[in-house]
Nanobody, 120 residues
Framework: QVQLVESGGGLVQPGGSLRLSCAAS????????MGWYRQAPGKQRELVAT??????NYADSAKGRFTISRDNTKNTVYLQMNSLKPEDTAVYYC???????????????WGQGTQVTVSS
């Protein structure tokens, strides 16, 4: 019914930048919120940033370096990551809290993840 597809991950040197994208498609009636999470090897998945209508929220580790934005016309969320550090290395996942067309309930959908590696 709904798919989220991330792109933009890769290998970058410390201090570099990457822009992640996540496009939601399918029978979407409305998207209430979208976000980015990450999971490093041996660690739990953690919040990076979320965005709703007119409101953004960032983890302390992301504040001042990462910017989340959203294009509602494309059902796409972006994560601009600057000043990357080796500790930012992780698989980055996007999620969308949304209502599927024809249903009254809302639920969260996840993308498959994209690897970000920060290394010299």
């Amino acid at each position: 019914q709904v798919q989220l597809v991330e792109s933009g991950g890769g290998l970058v040197q410390p201090g570099g930048s990457l822009r992640l994208s996540c496009a939601a498609s399918g029978s979407i009636f409305s998207i209430l919120a979208m976000g980015w999470y990450r999971q490093a090897p041996g660690k739990q998945r953690e919040l990076v940033a979320t965005i709703t209508s007119g409101y953004t929220n960032y983890a302390d580790s992301a504040k001042g370096r990462f910017t989340i934005s959203r294009d509602n016309t494309k059902n796409t969320v972006y994560l601009q990551m600057n000043s990357l550090k080796p500790e930012d290395t992780a698989v980055y996942y996007c999620d969308a809290f949304l209502r599927v067309s024809g249903y009254s309930s809302v639920r969260t959908y996840w993308g498959q993840g994209t690897q970000v590696t920060v290394s010299s």
